[in-house]
């Protein structure tokens, strides 16, 4: 398990990184291990991850508030939902990545010039391999953030039967007990931290890695890593900092 943080919140950030370890037992296979198939996890930023396994990489959720260098080398991008902090088209640019998405982020991408050919539409309960990942898609529905607003269509992915991302919603995985890395969003307008809470409550084997945290101040972010450490102190609660890497 990671080291111990204690429960005072009010502690620097950095003083509670220099407390965690880089790794945990969930990631204990070292690049470069002859004969074991490795997924390195990278945080771009904000919601974006790129996964990266026998040097193809998978990129999630490049948008407005992540950098988007990976997206270059990437043979493939795969995207919850259409809000720019999830994607936008200049993420794209210098890229031949296919994108996978639903039907209303094609609709955004193909307004804003990209070809249809690199376009791959999805929906809940699609299986599909980009870049050489199992991905299925689940959920169909952006978090409500205020009656009567317009709700977006949102796939959550499940990669690899183990790694799951919700985008913006709190989708559970169809078989919770599997989830090995659970990316887990902490801070937006459609969500509170309780419901945060639920979320990881319901994959109770998983890793927590906080995503969707860039609206954050660095205070924000150790208090609230501070109170779901503190909370699920039996956990591994691993935050990946900007360009550090896992491996699973």
Same mark, same amino acid.
């Given at each position: ?12 950030l ?8 880089c ?21 771009l ?28 080398d ?20 210098g890229?031949?990545?296919?994108? *996978? ?19 791959h ?27 009567g ?20 919603s ?16 902490i801070?937006a307008? *459609?969500?509170?931290?309780a419901?945060t ?15 969707h ?33 896992? *491996?699973?």
């Amino acid at each position: 398990m990671l080291a111990d943080v204690g429960h005072t919140l009010n502690r620097n950030l950095h003083e509670i990184d220099a407390e965690v370890p880089c790794t945990h037992d969930a990631y204990g296979v070292a690049p470069g291990t002859k004969g074991i198939i490795v997924t390195a996890i990278t945080k771009l930023g904000h919601s974006s991850i790129a996964l990266e396994k026998d040097e193809r990489i998978l990129v999630i959720d490049p948008g407005n508030l992540s950098p988007h260098d990976r997206v270059r080398d990437a043979e493939a991008v795969i995207v919850t939902h259409a809000h720019p902090d999830h994607i936008v088209v200049d993420a794209l640019d210098g890229s031949a990545a296919e994108v *996978w998405g639903p039907q209303e982020v094609a609709d955004v991408l193909v307004r804003d010039g990209i070809a249809t050919t690199r376009i791959h539409v999805v929906a809940p309960g699609d299986t599909f391999s980009p870049a050489g990942f199992s991905v299925t898609a689940f959920g169909g529905q952006h978090a409500a953030v205020f009656p009567g607003m317009k709700v977006l269509q949102n796939n959550a992915y499940l990669v690899d039967e183990e790694l799951f991302h919700p985008g913006d919603s709190f989708t559970t995985a169809p078989d919770p007990a599997l989830v090995k890395v659970l990316f887990t969003p902490i801070a937006a307008p *459609w969500l509170k931290l309780a419901e945060t809470m639920d979320f990881i409550h319901a994959h109770p084997d998983a890793d927590i890695v906080p995503i969707h945290d860039a609206i954050l101040s660095d205070a924000g972010i150790g208090i609230t890593d501070g109170v779901l450490r503190s909370r699920f102190e039996e956990r591994a609660y691993r935050r990946i900092r900007k360009d550090e890497t896992l *491996w699973t």
